[in-house]
């Protein structure tokens, strides 16, 4: 026995959960990011867990980690000097990509600056047809040729990214093989290693996002691993994956597309976790940080999953948890535009400076600091001691905005405050469109550092009745990494009709990936325990352009059951779009494969029950709906099962704030949620 570790490293603060597996006891701790300096903050962290909670390195027996150095190098285009090999005639996928506008609504969009612009893109002849049989052989000459034009243009690295891979991937092997052989210096990545899928541009900017920070990436964790060792950690460190899952440190340097959504999904599997607890089927998550909020969709206490996520600018076409991402935040800038027009982000004071109520130098208003000015933070310590609250520079700051607008200091905050709200809202009504939801049916599952601070603003805009706050909501995800599974997807393109004659070709295909499943699992994540396997194949009535992922029976596959698999499909298209046409030829375009390891969990005791009624620890004076009224602190770790309290009130605790206004009542229930709900 020993202690479980999860780390989650965000914009602000880099957070910490500490599982002690004798006592049953869950540590937190927050410390301040070093985005100039990765990984330190996790050094920091673990010498200030040993000397809060006596856990030395050497006794963490469980380690994950999950981390924005990929999307942060791809939105601040800090990656590698890239190239692309394409196949003649197609120099152009990237540029091209799927002749979409940005903004529909603006005539004057752009599509991005591709990561590999035009002239880092060299021609290979050759060419694979879409059967896999070659149609024209590769011509060497021209390899050696485009590597190099790779030197000419200073390129580090090399994507190869050729015509129907995915089907037959000779051609892009060999051109890895001469370019390994020719300049080993240079980083190489064919898109059928990085993901194999049908249709080229999607393969293509999945494979250029994966090779821009894979260096970067591989580096990072390679110092991470050299770090840990120095600091006698003998746990292997696990990464948090796009998918919700969890992978060695050592996988993840080559296979950093899996992991570029990381701190985003495990957030999302501790708030599954948080519903499933709390006997809410339906949520949505809110995850709230210093510099942006993302939203998830819960169902039946399950995330969402999808294909097409974007990584900054760009889509990335791997299987990740659907998290719509807000650049709204506790510490998101408040500013007027030349028209006077008050504006609240996307630009955030990050960890350095800060806000200013930090007293690290920032001097820009920021939402954390018009709470300050409200009154609602301040009278209680913040993120373990790390900062103190000036409230004197959070007024000056917000008065600084005041001025421009004319309005009192406390007016100004109280309207900071709306119109970060007002981005949020309008952000997940998008959402809830899309996904043809109804909020008002669903609980708000609110974490991060800031999200209990806005949750219920946000429930108000939104009609929402209830928010439950998790016990340590300030790090769910650092939590959501210690519970993940270890998971992986795998692909097979086949394109197929739906028949008996295609059957055994189907089980076939299953077959092999369920070998390469198994061998990931057991060799390269060296997990032992029982594996679950999920099968599902994306299929489309002939003659639809996209597919539907379809979830298929393991019986049905073995027994080439060609019409159960059918039925599925059919079942499925019914679901989504209220109609099926049971005659119509069906193709199956891509077998899907995720296999499941599920490793010890935490178990949680339950919280003691409560004697009496919760007492306040002070009352303070707090500024909301145009007024300053009275609103009581709790503190959390006073709170018992069975606690009850009503708005206006705060929630102190050493990883957030929780705020519950006025027409809100508070209830704790046995597993120490917060649940907050509309007064009748």
Same mark, same amino acid.
């Given at each position: 026995?020993?202690?479980?570790?999860?780390?989650?490293?965000?914009?602000?603060?880099?957070?910490?959960?500490?599982?002690?597996?004798?006592?049953?006891?869950?540590?937190?701790?927050?410390?301040?990011?070093?985005?100039?300096?990765?990984?330190?903050?996790?050094? @920091?962290?673990?010498?200030?867990?040993?000397?809060?909670?006596?856990v030395k390195p050497s006794?963490?027996?469980?380690?994950?980690?999950?981390?924005?150095?990929?999307?942060?190098?791809?939105?601040?285009?800090?990656?590698?000097?890239?190239?692309?090999?394409?196949?003649?005639?197609?120099?152009?996928?990237?540029?091209?990509?799927?002749?979409?506008?940005?903004?529909?609504?603006?005539?004057?969009?752009?599509?991005?600056?591709?990561?590999?612009?035009?002239?880092?893109?060299?021609?290979?002849?050759?060419?694979?047809?879409?059967?896999?049989?070659?149609?024209?052989?590769?011509?060497?000459?021209?390899?050696?040729?485009?590597?190099?034009?790779? *030197?000419?243009?200073?390129?580090?690295?090399?994507?190869?990214?050729?015509?129907?891979?995915?089907?037959?991937?000779?051609?892009?092997?060999?051109?890895?093989?001469?370019?390994?052989?020719? @300049?080993?210096?240079?980083?190489? $990545?064919?898109?059928?290693?990085?993901?194999?899928?049908?249709?080229?541009?999607?393969?293509?900017?999945?494979?250029?996002?994966?090779?821009?920070?894979q260096p970067r990436v591989?580096?990072?964790?390679?110092?991470?691993?050299?770090?840990?060792?120095?600091?006698?950690?003998?746990?292997?460190?696990?990464?948090?994956?796009?998918?919700?899952?969890?992978?060695?440190?050592?996988?993840?340097?080559?296979?950093?597309?899996?992991?570029?959504?990381?701190?985003?999904?495990?957030?999302?599997?501790?708030?599954?976790?948080? @519903?499933?607890?709390?006997?809410?089927?339906?949520?949505?998550?809110?995850?709230?940080?210093?510099?942006?909020?993302?939203?998830?969709?819960?169902?039946?206490?399950?995330?969402?999953?999808?294909?097409?996520?974007?990584?900054?600018?760009?889509?990335?076409?791997?299987?990740?948890?659907?998290?719509?991402?807000?650049?709204?935040?506790?510490?998101?800038?408040?500013?007027?535009?030349?028209?006077?027009?008050?504006?609240?982000?996307?630009?955030?004071?990050?960890?350095?400076?800060?806000?200013?109520?930090?007293?690290?130098?920032?001097?820009?208003?920021?939402?954390?600091?018009?709470?300050?000015?409200?009154?609602?933070?301040?009278?209680?310590?913040?993120?373990?001691?790390?900062?103190?609250?000036?409230?004197?520079?959070?007024?000056?700051?917000?008065?600084?905005?005041?001025?421009?607008?004319?309005?009192?200091?406390?007016?100004?905050?109280?309207?900071?405050?709306?119109?970060?709200?007002?981005?949020?809202?309008?952000?997940?009504?998008?959402?809830?469109?899309?996904? #043809?939801?109804?909020?008002?049916?669903?609980?708000?599952?609110?974490?991060?550092?800031?999200?209990?601070?806005?949750?219920?603003? $946000?429930?108000?805009?939104?009609?929402?009745?209830?928010?439950?706050?998790?016990?340590?909501? #300030?790090?769910?995800?650092?939590?959501?990494?210690?519970?993940?599974?270890?998971?992986?997807?795998?692909?097979?393109?086949?394109?197929?009709?739906?028949?008996?004659?295609?059957?055994?070709?189907?089980?076939?295909?299953?077959?092999?990936?369920?070998?390469?499943?198994?061998?990931?699992? *057991?060799?390269?994540?060296?997990?032992?325990?029982?594996?679950?396997?999920?099968?599902?194949?994306?299929?489309?009535?002939?003659?639809?352009?996209?597919?539907?992922?379809?979830?298929?029976?393991?019986?049905?596959?073995?027994?080439?059951? $060609?019409?159960?698999?059918?039925?599925?499909?059919?079942?499925?298209?019914?679901?989504?779009?209220?109609?099926?046409?049971?005659?119509?030829?069906?193709?199956?375009?891509?077998?899907?494969?995720?296999?499941?390891?599920?490793?010890?969990?935490?178990?949680?005791?339950?919280?003691?029950?409560?004697?009496?009624?919760?007492?306040?620890i002070q009352t303070i004076?707090?500024?909301?709906?145009?007024?300053?009224?009275?609103?009581?602190?709790?503190?959390?770790?006073?709170?018992?099962?069975?606690?009850?309290?009503?708005?206006?009130?705060?929630?102190?605790?050493?990883?957030?704030?929780?705020?519950?206004?006025?027409?809100?009542?508070?209830?704790?229930?046995?597993?120490?949620?917060?649940?907050?709900?509309?007064?009748?």
């Amino acid at each position: 026995m020993g202690c479980r570790v999860g780390v989650d490293i965000g914009g602000t603060f880099t957070d910490f959960c500490v599982f002690d597996e004798d006592s049953g006891a869950l540590h937190t701790l927050k410390v301040l990011s070093t985005p100039d300096r990765p990984g330190e903050e996790v050094l @920091a962290g673990l010498r200030e867990i040993e000397r809060r909670h006596g856990v030395k390195p050497s006794e963490i027996t469980y380690f994950t980690h999950g981390t924005t150095v990929g999307v942060n190098t791809v939105i601040q285009r800090q990656g590698i000097n890239l190239c692309l090999f394409a196949t003649e005639n197609f120099e152009d996928v990237l540029e091209v990509a799927r002749l979409k506008m940005p903004d529909p609504y603006d005539l004057f969009s752009r599509r991005p600056v591709p990561l590999v612009t035009r002239e880092k893109v060299f021609s290979i002849p050759g060419r694979m047809l879409f059967d896999g049989t070659e149609d024209a052989p590769l011509d060497e000459d021209a390899v050696h040729a485009a590597i190099q034009g790779v *030197r000419g243009v200073g390129g580090e690295g090399i994507v190869v990214s050729l015509l129907h891979a995915y089907r037959n991937p000779a051609h892009e092997a060999r051109v890895v093989e001469i370019v390994e052989g020719e @300049a080993p210096d240079l980083f190489v $990545v064919s898109s059928h290693q990085v993901w194999p899928i049908i249709r080229e541009y999607e393969r293509t900017v999945t494979a250029v996002v994966a090779g821009y920070v894979q260096p970067r990436v591989a580096h990072y964790l390679g110092s991470l691993q050299t770090a840990l060792a120095a600091a006698e950690v003998g746990a292997e460190a696990m990464i948090t994956k796009s998918n919700g899952g969890v992978m060695t440190a050592e996988a993840g340097k080559t296979r950093c597309a899996q992991m570029l959504l990381s701190g985003t999904a495990s957030g999302v599997i501790g708030a599954c976790q948080v @519903a499933r607890m709390a006997n809410v089927a339906d949520a949505l998550s809110l995850d709230v940080g210093g510099t942006s909020a993302d939203v998830a969709v819960v169902r039946a206490g399950e995330p969402q999953y999808g294909v097409g996520e974007m990584i900054g600018e760009f889509p990335i076409h791997i299987p990740t948890v659907s998290v719509t991402s807000i650049g709204e935040g506790g510490g998101s800038i408040a500013w007027v535009d030349p028209h006077g027009v008050l504006k609240v982000g996307p630009e955030s004071a990050g960890s350095n400076p800060g806000p200013a109520c930090y007293g690290q130098g920032g001097t820009r208003a920021t939402i954390t600091d018009a709470f300050v000015v409200s009154g609602f933070l301040g009278a209680m310590g913040l993120a373990y001691g790390e900062v103190s609250m000036r409230t004197d520079l959070a007024r000056e700051a917000i008065g600084a905005v005041a001025d421009q607008i004319s309005m009192s200091v406390e007016d100004t905050a109280e309207a900071i405050i709306k119109v970060g709200v007002s981005g949020m809202y309008l952000e997940v009504s998008k959402l809830v469109s899309r996904y #043809g939801i109804d909020p008002r049916e669903m609980s708000l599952v609110a974490f991060g550092g800031a999200g209990p601070m806005l949750a219920c603003h $946000v429930a108000g805009d939104l009609n929402m009745r209830r928010i439950v706050v998790p016990p340590t909501p #300030g790090v769910l995800s650092a939590f959501g990494g210690l519970i993940a599974d270890i998971k992986n997807d795998f692909i097979q393109t086949v394109y197929l009709d739906l028949e008996a004659a295609t059957a055994a070709a189907i089980g076939k295909g299953f077959a092999t990936l369920r070998d390469e499943a198994m061998q990931w699992l *057991r060799q390269e994540q060296n997990f032992a325990g029982e594996a679950t396997l999920l099968y599902s194949a994306d299929m489309r009535y002939r003659g639809q352009s996209f597919e539907i992922d379809t979830l298929l029976g393991s019986d049905d596959i073995e027994a080439g059951d $060609v019409a159960a698999l059918a039925a599925a499909f059919h079942q499925e298209h019914e679901r989504l779009y209220e109609h099926a046409d049971v005659e119509a030829p069906i193709q199956v375009i891509n077998l899907r494969l995720v296999i499941v390891g599920v490793p010890p969990k935490p178990e949680l005791p339950p919280l003691a029950a409560a004697d009496g009624e919760p007492e306040p620890i002070q009352t303070i004076e707090v500024y909301a709906q145009g007024a300053w009224q009275g609103a009581a602190i709790y503190r959390r770790d006073d709170l018992r099962a069975g606690h009850r309290f009503e708005g206006p009130a705060v929630v102190a605790q050493d990883d957030c704030t929780t705020i519950v206004l006025d027409g809100f009542r508070a209830e704790v229930d046995g597993h120490g949620n917060l649940i907050l709900e509309v007064e009748d």
